[in-house]
């Protein structure tokens, strides 16, 4: 799951509906989820990016989801990511229609995805992604 984290406790993570959106669709498999349920980071700084570089190279399909906020979610971090990522065919990408300065993504996704749908509604992405590894 990866895309911006919440830095305050009064910001609630996207990433527990994913995850029960996933479950509703009957997905029991290992879904890497770099925060702990309370939305904290896991890791000191230097062991959460090896973590997530890790989790990022295992994980069958990566999910961005990308719901930007500048003010309480800048997404710096998963600007680099997404564009680190963005080439790989296992890349599926999301964020809402409310979501600030993601144009240029929209636009490096589908240079590399050609007409994949890019999904703003995050329970559709998970039903999605959901179906794809029940294949």
């Avoid at 305050?8 to 669709?25: F, I, N």
């Avoid at 636009?107 to 794809?132: P, T, W």
Wanted: glycine share 6%.
């Amino acid at each position: 799951m990866a895309g911006p984290t919440p830095r305050s406790k009064d910001v609630p993570s996207w990433r527990s509906s994913a995850c029960g959106y996933l479950q509703e669709q009957g997905f029991d498999g290992i879904v890497y989820v770099p925060e702990l349920s309370s939305g904290a980071a896991q890791f000191s700084y230097d062991n959460q990016i090896a973590w997530e570089w890790e989790a990022l190279e295992k994980a069958s399909i990566i999910v961005f989801w990308i719901p930007r906020d500048r003010a309480i979610m800048p997404a710096f971090t998963t600007n680099v990511e997404f564009g680190y990522c963005v080439r790989e065919s296992r890349v599926v990408y999301g964020r809402p229609d409310s979501a600030e300065l993601n144009r240029y993504l929209d636009r490096l996704y589908r240079r590399h995805h050609g007409e994949s749908v890019i999904f703003n509604d995050l329970q559709k992405l998970c039903n999605h992604v959901a179906k794809m590894l029940s294949t």
